[in-house]
């Protein structure tokens, strides 16, 4: 921390989409925080979020992680990256945030969980920010009550405007079902502990993967979700949950504030991508991190395990991809 305050100095890795909009937040809304500096692979990259936000550049991620300037880490590079740069993190003995996933491979969270347990303190969070989503959050307090029974099925549905340009088939289940992943089993408070993977035919919008793909998770207590992935929908960022009970369902409410009627339609905008829909849990999480920081307060945000857990349940999603859906165990 800065001397003579708890102000916690960030830095932060990766300044693509998530990292320039994190950098942003951290210097915009978060309190307790301020933002050091920035690093890319990109350097020119970096130095428009550096210039634009008053911070200063490091030449690469080893010399940000390393300086004395920066107290905690916030890693939003590319997947491939996440270990190493974590790992990093984790000798140097500065906390980190890293963005989803963990890492693409089991084995890569593997050795992160046991480097951070061989030093004994909670160093790792994990940006499964689903779980500081108003929405979400109102989901798992509902199931918490016992009001609607136990909870039977659960309809979701994740899309997307346009895919990313890497990762193929496997990409979409590395990358973004993770998100679904923690979110039904953090909902139900619950691991998965079987799933099987479905395809219908596939749009033609996207040469490089199977889209839509529909994954099935079922969890300790019985409960099966339905998940369908559609990273190429076009009309907008849509993701929709229902949770069916024993004496009643719970929604997610879409994010469309308003509709307009206008000449004999109504209509309402869908967003075009994922951010307007998360800002709010994009600066709950960044805070709760900064705060577990400055005073060690536990807080929702996700650990070590639960991104292990998540990229061991895509892992098995994986191997159901090519075994022509069967249903395949999630080893614990
Ligand atoms: C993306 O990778 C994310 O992490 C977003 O949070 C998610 O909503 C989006 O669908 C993913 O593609």
Redesign the pocket.
Known sequence: MSAGTSTVRVGVVGTGVMGADHASRLRASVGGATLVGVTDIDPSRAAVTADALGARTFDDAESLIGSDEVDAVLVASHDSAHAEQVLACIEAGKPVLCE?PLAPSLAECERIVAAEAATGAELVSVGF?RRFHQGFTALRAQLSTGELGAPLLIHGS?R?VAS?PFGGSEGTIT??AV?DIDIVGWMLDEPVVEVSWHAPRTTGLDDARQDPQLIHLRTTGGTLAAVELF?NARYG?D?RYEVVCERGAAHLRPLQPISVDHELMRRTTHPTD?RPF?ADAYRAELQAWVDSVRTGATTDLARSRDGLRATRVAEALIRSMHADGARVAVGQ
């Open positions: 989803k920010m994740h997307n990313y990358n973004t998100h990273v960022y993701t994922w998360y």
